[in-house]
């Protein structure tokens, strides 16, 4: 037997884990990619003060991008009315995670996720300065400002936050929701997905049971009110206009 | 006789130690990494399936039957079935299994991460680290002339109860929860 031959087994699923790697990596929007860098400065130091400090970093760089040109206009067209309807959604800078907003006559409600950690938010929409609350235990908040077709502001939950820009959304993409009480427990969906600027779309997701996290499906990206299976349950997600009533 | 044969036992299982040792860091090293790194939600996989969980359900259903082959071949092996199969066919369908579950790991630790939220996929999780630990300890081993009789059984056997586990706690889960979806 060749002694080599276990080497180049294990070789070959490092170069396959390589590949798969730099494939991933090349096909997450740009957002994303910073993202990862700034978490590995985060990680490698416990800290807490290193957990603060990158996540503000990322913030300055977002700020450029994000607060310059929106302060202005506010100031020189304050009469800025808030769309009845529409819908926006983005990556949030530092942290992997999908963050979308909804408006619907006056109402407002946001979902964030990053496959691990979820939080829905509701606020009033009266204004294109949105201020949205968590709904979860937690401490969590949205401000946003709507802008040129664009919400862009701070993401805070507990003791973190993260700036995004997050653009206005068309079906498929777009913010998702679905509910059933199974045997008298409460399972929850909630899924944002998001257009890549290359063509296909990411997607991310969480479902709870009774507030215990269970397994999510994907949507089927180009028809995501099609049924899912969450934990053993047949549901049907809900876009936004399906599940703001339910929200309120 | 006996004290030689003693001797030869003792540095036999001592030619294991670094195997072993090799196989515990890329144990560990999965797992912290699973735990450590923000899951991105989104991987690129094998195309052809309709998402990733189906994908990821067949690719280790694949790997599970091969991983019978395994087991039948390396009895053949070892003289246990009185038919001689091919050594060719347990090493190429050891490594065909092995490269079948790589788009499923790297989904699993680099989209999902290393979760233990509830029991299965804490299993789960734990069970696909020490999976690619137990492999590259048997990757090691083979390579080595002077290992005790009982290395590759005893490897072999673990690495293929694990990816049975990995089979029950994912695609049997997937296939009796939401159904045989490609």
Request: aromatic share 8%; net charge negative.
């Amino acid at each position: 037997m060749s002694r080599l031959g276990p080497i180049v087994t294990l070789a070959a699923g490092a170069v396959l884990v390589a590949g798969l790697g730099v494939a991933s990596v090349v096909s997450a929007p740009a957002a994303e990619r910073t993202a990862a860098g700034v978490e590995e400065t985060a990680q490698a130091q416990e800290t807490q003060e290193a957990r603060q400090e990158a996540p503000e970093e990322a913030q300055e760089e977002a700020q450029q991008e994000a607060q310059e040109p929106a302060e202005t206009p506010t100031f020189e067209e304050p009469e800025e009315v808030v769309p009845e309807k529409a819908d926006y959604a983005g990556r949030v800078k530092g942290n992997g995670g999908l963050i979308a907003i909804s408006i619907r006559k006056g109402k407002a409600v946001g979902y964030f996720c990053d496959g691990r950690v979820e939080t829905w938010f509701k606020g009033d929409a009266s204004d294109p300065d949105l201020e949205l609350t968590g709904l979860g235990k937690g401490k969590a908040s949205v401000t946003a400002e709507i802008e040129d077709g664009k919400a862009a502001g701070q993401v805070r939950i507990g003791s973190k936050k993260w700036t995004f820009v997050a653009a206005t959304a068309k079906k498929p993409s777009g913010l998702y929701r679905a509910s059933a009480i199974v045997r008298g427990a409460t399972l929850r969906a909630g899924w944002i997905v998001v257009r890549n600027p290359g063509g296909g779309y990411t997607q991310v997701g969480a479902a709870s049971q009774d507030g215990e996290p269970v397994e999510i499906p994907q949507l089927d990206a180009g028809n995501p009110t099609e049924p899912v299976t969450v934990n053993g349950t047949t549901v049907t997600p809900e876009d936004v206009d399906g599940f703001i009533e339910e929200m309120q | 006789m006996t004290a030689i044969h003693h001797r030869h036992e003792a540095r036999g299982s001592v030619s294991l130690l670094v195997p072993f040792l090799l196989g515990a860091v890329v144990m560990v090293g999965l797992g912290v990494y699973g735990r450590v790194h923000t899951p991105t939600g989104f991987a690129v996989g094998v195309a052809g399936f309709s998402a990733a969980l189906p994908m990821k359900v067949w690719l280790t259903t694949g790997a599970a039957v091969l991983a019978l082959v395994q087991v039948v071949s390396a009895l053949s092996m070892w003289g246990k079935l009185g038919v001689r199969i091919p050594d060719a066919v347990h090493r190429w369908s050891g490594r065909l299994a092995f490269l079948l579950t790589i788009p499923v790991a790297f989904h699993c630790l680099y989209a999902l991460g290393l979760q233990y939220d509830v029991p299965r996929v804490l299993i789960h999780s734990f069970l696909g680290c020490f999976f690619y630990g137990v492999f590259t300890m048997k990757m090691l081993a083979l390579r080595k002339e002077s290992t005790p009789g009982w290395t590759l059984p005893v490897i072999g056997g673990l690495a293929f109860t694990a990816l049975v586990g990995l089979w029950l706690t994912s695609s049997f889960w997937f296939f009796t929860a939401v159904g045989l979806k490609v």
